[in-house]
């Protein structure tokens, strides 16, 4: 059985696999599978750092994206809007279901 957060993740992913081209960079013409991995990274981050905000962590979050596995070919310039985009959803200003 899959965990709660692999769980949860799969809700996201498929959110933002349906709504990701409704946002600005989303128009760039760069399919779903370039910005999954900030999706994820900003998901994975919101659940690690719950008690601290974005302005918080964004410096940090950006040094470790050189670092981060799952980062493929992108920069921290060409998908931090996308981790942002997740960071907010989990810290609940938009949860699973809503539109932006």
Do not use: C
């Not at 750092?49 to 950006?62: A, G, N, P, T």
């Not at 310039?77 to 200003?93: F, M």
């Amino acid at each position: 059985m899959a965990d709660q957060k692999s769980w949860q993740w799969n809700d996201e992913d498929a959110y933002w696999r349906s709504n990701f081209g409704s946002r600005p960079y989303g128009a760039t013409g760069r399919k779903y599978e370039f910005y999954q991995p900030g999706f994820r990274y900003g998901f994975d981050a919101a659940n690690r750092f719950q008690d601290r905000s974005w302005d918080d962590v964004e410096s940090d979050l950006k040094t470790r994206w050189d670092s981060y596995e799952h980062r493929g070919e992108s920069t921290w310039e060409q998908i931090k809007d996308a981790v942002r985009d997740a960071w907010d959803r989990v810290a609940g200003k938009h949860p699973v279901g809503s539109h932006r």
